[in-house]
């Protein structure tokens, strides 16, 4: 969700629409913003609930929030319908995917592209899977493999062909095989590249 993209909730019931057309291959992965929801709760029950999406992507960067933004620290906002869509996901084994990686849409604030902040959802939602997409790149990748060293219920995905990944990440994915990554190749094809122990 995400004025700077484009995105409405409404693109919750496209994801699933296009899913359900191809169940056995496809998953529908929605969004969610608190504050575009007229109804948040409501969003998140159409969301996990009516369209049985698989899975709920935060967007960082084109969305103005961290994803920590539930807490009340002095750095945060007290979202607190974060706060239930994270606890409403780990009841319902649901993944949010975090998009930590810089963009360059008009009006992006790449600063959220930080994954340090998933640190406090980890920690605060251990039972939540949480998928970190594009690794932090390029400039908060040390972050992003820290977090997945850390955290087991912490996974990372390249959304890239592997002839694409720099020796640099190739050297950090051997040293991290004990955590699950997860490389797309080309649009359809999913190979694991490492899985936990």
């Known amino acids: 969700m995400s004025p700077i993209v484009g ?5 919750n019931e496209w994801a699933a629409a296009f899913r359900n057309a191809a169940p056995d291959r496809i998953l529908a992965f929605g969004g969610f913003d608190p504050r575009l929801a007229d109804n948040p709760v409501a969003e998140i029950n159409r969301a996990l609930n009516e369209f049985a999406l698989d899975g709920i992507k935060i ?10 933004d539930y807490r009340s620290d002095p750095d945060t906002r007290e979202l607190d319908d974060l706060a239930t869509l994270y606890k409403r996901c780990a009841d319902q084994e649901i993944p949010i995917m975090v998009h ?3 963009s360059i849409f008009s009006g992006a604030r790449s600063r959220y592209a930080d994954p340090m902040p998933i640190d406090d959802v980890a920690v605060d939602y251990p039972n939540l899977t949480i998928i970190m997409a594009h690794g932090g790149r390029p400039m908060y990748t040390e972050e992003a493999w820290f977090l997945l060293r850390r955290h087991d219920n912490l996974y990372q995905i390249f959304l890239r062909s592997l002839h694409r990944i720099s020796w640099n990440i190739s050297q950090k994915l051997n040293r991290s095989m004990n955590r699950s990554c997860l490389v797309a190749i080309g649009r359809d094809q999913w190979f694991p590249i490492s899985t936990r122990t």
Not at 7 to 11: A, D, G, N, Q, V
Not at 59 to 68: A, E, Y
Request: charged share 0%; hydrophobic share 10%; aromatic share 6%.
């Open 7 to 11: 995105y409405t909730h409404s693109t």
């Open 100 to 102: 930590t990686g810089t």
């Open 59 to 68: 967007h960082p960067p084109h969305q103005g929030i961290n994803v920590n």
